[in-house]
C-alpha cells in the first residue's frame, strides 16, 4: 500500500531518498532511494511476500517451529528490501550479506535432515564467497568514485569505465550477482536449495533471493555498463546458463526441481537482457522479470499445495488430480500458460519482447535467436510436465488422499496467476508504466517502454508459434524424450556440482591435515611455531629497518659484573647439558637468582624480591616433583638436536640484535620525568606512585590484582573446602 502511495512520484521522476548518519568516520550512512528500479523489486518482495506469508500459515499449520520460521522469513524480506532500496554501497553489502544468512536458516529450517543441512551450507558458502568478492569490488568502486552513494556514482561512470581497475571492479560485482543468480557455473546451488520448505522455495528461489543478483546488475548497469566486456560477459554466461537451466529442467522428475532449474534458465534471459544494454533490452527484462515472478512463485506454490495434499511431488507418480484439486488445478494451467507464452497472458508479452530483442542483436543474430527458441521450447515442455501431467490422465495412487487445499493454499497461486491475464489484455496500464520506471533507472535516463499485445504479423509471431508447437510436441512424446535423455545424465557427474563436491573435500582434507600439523598436542612443537613465527617477523623487521652499530659504553664493566655474567652463563649451559633432572633443576636456579643479583646492581630491588621469591619457590617445588620420576632419557634424534641448537641460537641472536636496537633509540626525555610531569594534569594525583600504578600501568595492575584473587581462591579452598564423607 505504501508502494502504491509514493508510485505517482517516482513516475514523475522524483526518487523518494532519505538518509541517517551511520559510521561518520568512514562516511557511511543509512542512505535509501526509492527509484523506478526499487519500486519494481519492493512491489516483487513486499507483494508476493503477502501471499507467501499466507500460504505459509497453512502450509506449516500445527508446526512447532512455525513462529521461528516466520521471524526468518520477515528477517529476510526486511534484508532484500534494503538490498533493492539502499543507496549506499555499504549498505547494500550489509543487507546483501543478511539475505545471505537468513536463506541459510530458511533452507535449512528442517535442520534434523542432512539434505536440508547440506543445502543450506552450500547455498551459504556459494553466496557468501560471492559476496566477499562483491566487498572487494564495492570498495574499489567507492575508492575510485570517491563517493559511495548510487546514484551520484552513476554521474561519475566514466570516470569508472576509463579507470585502470574497471576490468576488476566489474568481474568481482559479477561475482557477487552470478552467485546469487545462480548463474553457471554457480548454478549448482539453487536446485539443492529445494529442500527447504515450499513457501521458501516460491520466495526466496523465484521471486526474491535470486533475483537479487539481477537486481544488483540492473543497478550497477549505467554506472559499469556500456562497454563490449560488459555485454560480453553478461551475454556470454547468461546465454550458456538459459540454455544449461533449461535442458537440465528436461531430466527432472520432482516437480520442485523442474521449477528450480527452469529458475535458472530465465535468470540466465534476464542476465542476457541486462547485457544487451539498449533501451528495449532493459525493457524486456523487467518485463521478463515481473512475469516471471507471477507465474513461477505460483507455480511453486502449487508444487507444495499437490506436495502437501498427496505426498509426493513426483511428476511420474501424479496424475488425473484435476478432479480432486480443481482450484490449485486452474491457478497451475493459467501460471503455466504465461510460463510457456501462450497469448493473451502477460508471459507472452514478455516472450515477445524477449524474441524482438535478440533479433535486435547485431553481433551472432541467429545464434542467438536460435538459442532463445530452443530454451523457450523447452520451458513450454517444463510448463506441460508442472502444470499439466500431474492434473489430467487416469488418478494415480499417491501416498495420501489427494484432496483440495484450503483457502490460504490457493490463495496466493489464484491471485498470481490472475494477473498476467489482466496485465496481458491490458499491458499499457500499470505494467507499462512500472516496466519503464524500472527500465529508466536501470538506464539512467528517463524512458518509456511499449507493451502491447498485438504486434501483427511478423517474424517474432511466427517463432511464437514455433515454440509453442514444437513444445507441445515434445511433451506429448515426454516418455521418448525421457528415456533419450538418460542416456546423457552420466555427463552431470563431471559439472560445476562435481567441481564444488571435490573442493569441499580438499578443503576437509587440509584442514584435517593443518589441524594435525598444528595441534599436534606437544608442547615443544607449540613453543617451535611461537619461537619460529617471532623469529620470522621480529627478526625481519629487525635486519630490514635498523643498522646496528656497536654501543658506546660509557665506562668498563667492574670484576664482579664479568663474574656474575659468567656464573649465569655456565649454570644456564649446566642445565642444558646435565644428565641429570635435579642438576638441571639445580642450574636453572643459579641462573634465576643470577638475573635477581643483576636487578640489585641495576637498582630494581622490587623486581629482585619478586625474582627470588618465585625461584625459591619453582626450584623448591620442582625438586620436590621430579625427585618422584624416573631418570632422564634421551630420546631426540641428531636431526632434531641440531634443529634445537640452531633455534636456540638464533633466538639468542634476536634478543642480542634486539637490545643493540632497542639502545639506538633515544628518547627527548625519560619515562619518570614525563610520569613526574603529567601526573597531576592528566591522572589528577599528586602520589605519582599511586597514579602509575592505577592509571598509567592499569591494566597491568589489575592483571596482578586478577592472579593474587586467584591464588587467595585457591589457597581458601585447599584450607576450607573439604570432599563430602562417602556414606
Avoid at 640 to 660: E, K, W
Amino acid at each position: 500500500i505504501w508502494l502504491f502511495r509514493q508510485m505517482n512520484a517516482v513516475v514523475a521522476s522524483v526518487p523518494l531518498r532519505e538518509s541517517w548518519p551511520w559510521v561518520p568516520s568512514l562516511n557511511v550512512e543509512l542512505s535509501f532511494q526509492l527509484d523506478g528500479l526499487a519500486l519494481l523489486f519492493g512491489f516483487l518482495v513486499a507483494g508476493i511476500g503477502f501471499f507467501i506469508l499466507i500460504y505459509a500459515g497453512t502450509y506449516l499449520k500445527g508446526h512447532p517451529r512455525l513462529g521461528r520460521f516466520y521471524s526468518f522469513l520477515l528477517l529476510f524480506m526486511a534484508a532484500m528490501l534494503g538490498v533493492v532500496w539502499a543507496d549506499h554501497l555499504i549498505v547494500l553489502f550489509v543487507f546483501w550479506e543478511l539475505t545471505s544468512i537468513s536463506s541459510y536458516l530458511l533452507i535449512g529450517f528442517n535442520h534434523e535432515k542432512a539434505a536440508s543441512r547440506d543445502g543450506a551450507l552450500q547455498a551459504l558458502l556459494v553466496t557468501g564467497l560471492g559476496g566477499l568478492a562483491m566487498l572487494a569490488g564495492v570498495i574499489l568502486m567507492g575508492l575510485v568514485s570517491g563517493t559511495w552513494d548510487l546514484h551520484a556514482m552513476a554521474a561519475q561512470s566514466n570516470i569508472l569505465v576509463a579507470h585502470p581497475t574497471y576490468l576488476a571492479m566489474l568481474i568481482l560485482i559479477l561475482l557477487g550477482a552470478f552467485t546469487k543468480s545462480a548463474q553457471f557455473p554457480f548454478h549448482f546451488w539453487l536446485p539443492n536449495a529445494m529442500e527447504a520448505p515450499t513457501p521458501v522455495s516460491a520466495y526466496l528461489h523465484s521471486a526474491t533471493m535470486v533475483k537479487a543478483g539481477v537486481y544488483l546488475l540492473a543497478r550497477m548497469s549505467p554506472i559499469l555498463g556500456g562497454t563490449i566486456l560488459w555485454q560480453n560477459l553478461l551475454m556470454g554466461f547468461g546465454g550458456v546458463t538459459m540454455v544449461l537451466g533449461a535442458y537440465m529442467a528436461l531430466h527432472q522428475t520432482d516437480l520442485k526441481k523442474l521449477l528450480a532449474y527452469s529458475t535458472i534458465s530465465a535468470l540466465g534471459i534476464m542476465v542476457l537482457l541486462i547485457g544487451v544494454h539498449t533501451d528495449f533490452a532493459l525493457g524486456a527484462a523487467m518485463t521478463f522479470i515481473l512475469a516471471h515472478a507471477c507465474y513461477k512463485g505460483a507455480l511453486f506454490m502449487v508444487a507444495g499445495g499437490v506436495d502437501h495434499s498427496t505426498g509426493t511431488r513426483q511428476v511420474t507418480q501424479l496424475g488425473g488430480l484435476f478432479t480432486k484439486m480443481p482450484v490449485t488445478a486452474l491457478a497451475a494451467m493459467l501460471a503455466a500458460l504465461s510460463m510457456a507464452g501462450v497469448p493473451p497472458l502477460f508471459g507472452f508479452i514478455a516472450k515477445e519482447s524477449f524474441y524482438e530483442t535478440m533479433q535486435s542483436i547485431s553481433l551472432g543474430t541467429p545464434l542467438f535467436t536460435i538459442v532463445a527458441v530452443v530454451s523457450s521450447i523447452f520451458l513450454v515442455v517444463v510448463a506441460g510436465w508442472v502444470a499439466f501431467a500431474p492434473f489430467f490422465g487416469s488418478l494415480k495412487p499417491t501416498p495420501k488422499q489427494p484432496h483440495e487445499g484450503s483457502l490460504g493454499m490457493w490463495l496466493g497461486p489464484m491471485v498470481l496467476a490472475l494477473f498476467p491475464i489482466y496485465w496481458g489484455f491490458m499491458p499499457e496500464a500499470w505494467p507499462q508504466t512500472l516496466i519503464s520506471v524500472a527500465a529508466g533507472a536501470a538506464r539512467g535516463e528517463v524512458l518509456t517502454f511499449p507493451l502491447k499485445l498485438w504486434h501483427g504479423f511478423n517474424v517474432t509471431l511466427g517463432l511464437s508459434a514455433v515454440t509453442l508447437l514444437v513444445g507441445l510436441i515434445l511433451f506429448l512424446g515426454r516418455n521418448p524424450l525421457g528415456v533419450l535423455l538418460k542416456k546423457f545424465q552420466a555427463i552431470h557427474r563431471f559439472g560445476p556440482e562435481s567441481w564444488y563436491q571435490w573442493g569441499l573435500l580438499g578443503l576437509k582434507k587440509l584442514a584435517t591435515g593443518q589441524t594435525r600439523l598444528w595441534q599436534s598436542g606437544y608442547l615443544r612443537y607449540y613453543l617451535i611455531f611461537v619461537i619460529l613465527t617471532v623469529l620470522f617477523l621480529g627478526g625481519g623487521t629487525l635486519l630490514s629497518r635498523f643498522d646496528f652499530q656497536y654501543p658506546q659504553l660509557q665506562r668498563d664493566a667492574y670484576p664482579y659484573e664479568y663474574l656474575l655474567t659468567s656464573l649465569i652463563l655456565v649454570a644456564a649451559l649446566m642445565a642444558t647439558l646435565s644428565k641429570s633432572k635435579l642438576g638441571a633443576m639445580a642450574g636453572l636456579g643459579v641462573v634465576g637468582f643470577g638475573v635477581a643479583l643483576a636487578f640489585i646492581l641495576y637498582g630494581a630491588p622490587d623486581l629482585a624480591m619478586t625474582q627470588i621469591l618465585v625461584e625459591t619457590l619453582v626450584v623448591i617445588l620442582l625438586v620436590l616433583g621430579f625427585h618422584h620420576m624416573p631418570g632422564y632419557e634421551i630420546h631426540s634424534k641428531k636431526g632434531a638436536l641440531f634443529r634445537d641448537v640452531s633455534i636456540a641460537v638464533a633466538v639468542g641472536v634476536f634478543m642480542t640484535l634486539l637490545v643493540l636496537a632497542a639502545t639506538q633509540v633515544h628518547f627527548s626525555q625519560t619515562v619518570s620525568e614525563y610520569y613526574a610531569r603529567e601526573s597531576l594534569p592528566l591522572a589528577h594525583g599528586r602520589n605519582v606512585v599511586n597514579v602509575i600504578l592505577v592509571d598509567f600501568r592499569a591494566l597491568d595492575t589489575l592483571g596482578e590484582i586478577v592472579v593474587l584473587s586467584l591464588a587467595g581462591l585457591g589457597v581458601y579452598a585447599m584450607l576450607k573446602l573439604k570432599p563430602k564423607k562417602e556414606l
